[in-house]
Nanobody
Framework: VQLQASGGGLVQGGGSLNLSCEAS????????MGWYRQAPGKQRELVAA???????NFAESVKGRFTISYDHARKTVHLQMNNLKSEDTSVYYC??????????????WGQGTQVTVSS
């Protein structure tokens, strides 16, 4: 299963960016799809995720500023990031977990995309 991420870039503080991640390949079902981020010298952390059943999960630091949505038909997750802050600067990684067949799970990562927020 491959994940193709897009979006990211440079934005001023208070601005907005949208990240998208599309899953492709032999996919039976997706149980989890979301975004992590990792800044230099820090651990990778979950930013936001969409889980089967329509549940969403957000890091405390982004609640009220970021939203996540999932296009089931396109197997694409979108992360809308508003009111960006300098501390949001990081490399963002898309992650998806699910099943390729009833017997074969997958856990895939997309290439990282840089988000830089200037103060």
């Amino acid at each position: 299963v491959q994940l193709q991420a897009s979006g990211g870039g440079l934005v001023q503080g208070g601005g907005s960016l949208n990240l998208s991640c599309e899953a492709s390949g032999n996919i039976l079902s997706i149980a989890f799809m979301g975004w992590y981020r990792q800044a230099p010298g820090k651990q990778r952390e979950l930013v936001a995720a969409f889980t089967r059943g329509g549940y969403t999960n957000f890091a405390e630091s982004v609640k009220g500023r970021f939203t996540i949505s999932y296009d089931h038909a396109r197997k694409t997750v979108h992360l809308q990031m508003n009111n960006l802050k300098s501390e949001d600067t990081s490399v963002y990684y898309c992650n998806a977990e699910g099943r390729m067949t009833t017997m074969t799970p997958f856990n895939s990562w997309g290439q990282g995309t840089q988000v830089t927020v200037s103060s």
